[in-house]
């Protein structure tokens, strides 16, 4: 992938991204279940992660998402997924359509060194390329400094969810 960006480790290893593949389906749903800790969300029960097991071994060559890692000492230690979205056009997208980006995590032991910008960066250069007019994410404080720098900007909407079981 041209242009993308290139981290270096604190020994001076550089780190590019890449798209993530079959063998790094495991260390994906790893990566989600520390990125729900960081967020103070209950891991729950196990059922979550079977299904996620499956969601990204059904998307992971799938053109509508971008899935990135980072490895550090040949383990994925770094994440970000990039999802197309369907959505009708709107005054902010008028053309309709946006890229959500999630997932991104970093290792605990492995941050502070730029593998989560790295991936960051490179799910954000997939989404340029789709062609779509917006990206969203939701930020934890840890995040949202490298999200403003990116140009992403907190939204006042009143997003409400609830339970459909």
């Known amino acids: 992938m ?3 960006s290139i981290s270096k480790d604190d020994h001076g290893c550089v780190q590019v991204p890449r798209r993530a593949v079959g063998s790094d389906v495991a260390a994906l749903v790893t990566l989600r279940a520390e990125m729900f800790k960081a967020m103070g969300v209950d891991d729950g029960c196990e059922d979550w992660r079977a299904n996620a097991h499956a969601w990204f071994r059904a998307r992971i060559d ?3 998402y971008g899935i ?3 490895e550090h000492d040949g383990r994925v230690v770094a994440c970000a997924v990039g999802a197309l979205r369907d959505a009708a056009p709107s005054p902010g997208v008028p053309s309709g359509g946006d ?5 991104v995590c970093t290792e605990p032991r492995c941050r502070g060194r730029g593998y989560g910008r790295a991936v960051f960066d490179a799910v954000m250069q997939w989404a340029r390329q ?4 917006r990206a969203e994410l ?3 404080e840890a995040g949202r400094q490298l999200y403003e720098r990116a140009g992403f900007k907190i939204t006042h909407s009143a997003t409400m969810r609830t339970s459909l079981s």
């Open 2 to 4: 041209s242009g993308t």
């Open 68 to 70: 990135f890692v980072v």
């Open 62 to 64: 799938d053109p509508a």
């Open 130 to 133: 789709t062609g779509v007019g």
């Open 138 to 140: 939701m930020a934890t």
């Open 99 to 103: 890229v959500l980006i999630s997932n």
